[in-house]
C-alpha cells in the first residue's frame, strides 16, 4: 500500500467519523423530539413501520446491533404502545414485531420533522446548489456501494427498500381515505 493510498484511507476514516458524529448528534435529537428514549429506538420503529412483521433477528442483522439489545428496545417501543409482537405459529422461537397505530403516527412525526432536524438535510441542499442534483445522485450512488462492498448486497438492501414502501404507502393511504 502506497503512503497516497494510507493517506486516502485515514481521510476517508476521518471525514465519515466526522459526519456520523454529527448524525449521531442529529438521531437522538430526532428521537428526544418524538418522546423516545434513543436513535435505536427511532430506527428500529423505521424498520417496524416499513416491514410489518419483521423479526427480531432481522432487525438486528439490518442495524448491524446485537439482537438482545433489539429486544431491549422492543420492550421500551412495547411500553410506549408504539409496537406489539407476536410468536410465529410456525416457529414459536420466532418473534415478530408489528407496529400499532401510536408508532405510525410517531414515526410518521419523525419523517416530518427530518428535515429540520437533521443537519444533513442542509448540507445534502448545499452540495446540490453548488454542483447539481446528478452530483447528489452519484454520492448516493457512491455510498451505496460502499456500503454493499463492505456489508454485501443483502444487509443494505432494506434501505433503499424501505423508502420505496414507505413512499408507496403514503400513496395507498390517501386512496383508501377518499374511498373510506
Same mark, same amino acid.
Given at each position: 500500500?502506497?503512503?497516497?493510498?494510507?493517506?486516502?484511507?485515514?481521510?476517508?476514516?476521518?471525514?465519515?467519523?466526522?459526519?456520523?458524529? @454529527?448524525?449521531?448528534?442529529?438521531?437522538? +435529537?430526532?428521537?428526544? #423530539?418524538?418522546?423516545?428514549? &434513543?436513535?435505536?429506538? /427511532?430506527?428500529? *420503529?423505521?424498520?417496524?413501520?416499513?416491514?410489518?412483521?419483521?423479526?427480531?433477528?432481522?432487525?438486528?442483522?439490518?442495524?448491524?446491533?446485537?439482537?438482545?439489545?433489539?429486544?431491549?428496545?422492543?420492550?421500551?417501543?412495547?411500553?410506549?404502545?408504539?409496537?406489539?409482537?407476536?410468536?410465529?405459529?410456525?416457529?414459536?422461537?420466532?418473534?415478530? @414485531?408489528?407496529?400499532?397505530?401510536?408508532? +405510525?403516527?410517531?414515526? #410518521?412525526?419523525?419523517?416530518? &420533522?427530518?428535515?429540520? /432536524?437533521?443537519? *444533513?438535510?442542509?448540507?445534502?441542499?448545499?452540495?446540490?446548489?453548488?454542483?447539481?442534483?446528478?452530483?447528489?445522485?452519484?454520492?448516493?450512488?457512491?455510498?451505496?456501494?460502499?456500503?454493499?462492498?463492505?456489508?454485501?448486497?443483502?444487509?443494505?438492501?432494506?434501505?433503499?427498500?424501505?423508502?420505496?414502501?414507505?413512499?408507496?404507502?403514503?400513496? @395507498?393511504?390517501?386512496?383508501?381515505?377518499? +374511498?373510506?
Amino acid at each position: 500500500m502506497s503512503e497516497s493510498d494510507v493517506r486516502q484511507v485515514y481521510e476517508a476514516l476521518n471525514t465519515l467519523r466526522a459526519i456520523s458524529v @454529527v448524525n449521531k448528534e442529529d438521531w437522538e +435529537r430526532a428521537a428526544k #423530539a418524538v418522546d423516545l428514549d &434513543s436513535s435505536v429506538q /427511532v430506527n428500529i *420503529l423505521w424498520i417496524v413501520c416499513c416491514y410489518e412483521g419483521v423479526r427480531v433477528t432481522q432487525i438486528a442483522e439490518w442495524t448491524f446491533w446485537h439482537p438482545s439489545s433489539i429486544v431491549i428496545h422492543i420492550k421500551k417501543l412495547m411500553d410506549k404502545g408504539l409496537v406489539t409482537i407476536e410468536k410465529s405459529d410456525l416457529d414459536g422461537r420466532v418473534v415478530n @414485531v408489528y407496529p400499532t397505530e401510536k408508532g +405510525r403516527q410517531v414515526m #410518521a412525526a419523525s419523517r416530518s &420533522s427530518a428535515p429540520s /432536524v437533521f443537519r *444533513l438535510t442542509a448540507a445534502l441542499e448545499q452540495l446540490r446548489q453548488r454542483y447539481s442534483d446528478g452530483v447528489v445522485a452519484l454520492f448516493f450512488e457512491c455510498l451505496a456501494f460502499l456500503a454493499e462492498s463492505l456489508h454485501g448486497k443483502e444487509k443494505v438492501r432494506w434501505i433503499k427498500e424501505s423508502e420505496w414502501r414507505l413512499e408507496r404507502e403514503a400513496e @395507498v393511504q390517501p386512496q383508501q381515505s377518499a +374511498r373510506g
